[in-house]
Each structure stands twice: as C-alpha cells, then as structure tokens.
C-alpha cells in the first residue's frame, strides 16, 4: 500500500531530520538559516562560513554579513538561488550525498541505538491492527550499518534509508517487519 502526500512529507522530514540533525521546515524561511544550512561554520560563534558564501554567491564577504544581520536582503535571483539550493540538498543524490559528507565527519565510531517513531510492525498490511501499531522500536546499529543506512539515503532518499532500515530489522529484530510511514528517526 503506497503512503498518502502527507505521510510521504511526513517521513521525508523524519528521515532528514534524524540522520542530519537539521529541521527541514526552519531551512527555507529566512536568508540565515539558508545561509547557515548551505555554508556552516566551524563553531558557535561563527555559525555561517561567510567567506566560502560569498565566493559561492559571486558577492563580497560584508554583503553577506549584512544579509545575516538583516541590514540588507539579497536580490530575488540569490534568494531564488538560495531556495533551489537548499530544496536540491535535500531531493537530490547529489545534495544528499554533500549533506552526507559533511555529516559523517561528525559520525561517532561506536554502535548508537536508533529509534524510529512510526506505524510498524511484522505485517505488510498497515491496516492489519493485530500487529500492526504506531509504536517506538530501538535497534543498536554498528559504525558500518550506520554507514550503509547513510549510502541507502544518498543513493535512494527517505525510501532507500527505509528499505535499508526495512531489512535490518527484518533480519535482526523480527520477521517480516515492516514500516508504513515514519513519523520520527533519531539516533542515542
């Protein structure tokens, strides 16, 4: 059964969130947060790259400095180009895979626990409510199975990562398990 408009959004946003740490909805309102989710800095008090910004824009390094203040707003063509940017990091295997490079730097290499909110259970029918509930379920995932989860994610988006995510738990924590719409992902 294919998942409805919604809870496709709903599990794009769910797997986005839980392997880069970024609320995907924060990412397109304002320049700053654009600016801070394309180009991100090396530490709290620099959040945003403005330097590589600017290359990047064709602007100079105070121009994008006055854009994070507020003093000034770019032009409908970077705004534009702000906004494609951001949405084709998230929907294409290109942007994924740059997303996922920059993420995996920050990877522990230990096993973590990940937890997955979602309607699931060891049934393919999501309508089949002796087994099938919105429920939590943990699995710890080794340093190469989270690997993986994040090669499924770049080449094949929120539907490879659940595939990925479908067969590990199918093989390590009950038969035939199954997920109908992921409605939270988060790592421990």
Do not use: C
């Not at 003093?71 to 951001?86: D, F, Y």
């Not at 973590?112 to 509930?133: C, E, F, H, M, W």
């Not at 939590?136 to 659940?162: C, I, K």
């Not at 093989?171 to 719409?181: L, M, P, T």
């Amino acid at each position: 059964m294919a998942l409805s408009k919604e809870a496709q959004a709903r599990q794009l946003a769910a797997m986005f969130e839980g392997l880069t740490g970024h609320k995907l909805p924060e990412v397109s309102r304002d320049t700053k947060s654009m600016l801070k989710f394309l180009f991100p800095g090396q530490s709290d008090r620099f959040p945003i790259a403005t330097k590589l910004a600017a290359t990047k824009l064709g602007v100079s390094q105070g121009t994008v400095q006055r854009w994070i203040r507020g003093a000034q707003n770019p032009r409908a063509a970077i705004t534009q180009e702000l906004t494609k940017r951001v949405r084709q990091s998230v929907t294409t295997k290109r942007g994924r895979g740059q997303l996922a490079k920059r993420i995996q730097s920050q990877i522990p290499t230990r096993q973590r626990t990940i937890r997955i909110n979602a309607l699931q259970g060891p049934s393919a029918d999501p309508t089949d409510k002796k087994y099938v509930a919105e429920r939590f379920s943990n699995l710890d995932m080794s340093p190469s199975e989270q690997q993986q989860l994040y090669d499924a994610w770049v080449q094949g988006g929120d539907t490879g990562a659940t595939d990925y995510l479908t067969g590990l738990y199918d093989n390590r924590y009950v038969d035939g398990w199954q997920f109908h719409g992921m409605k939270g992902v988060e790592f421990r």
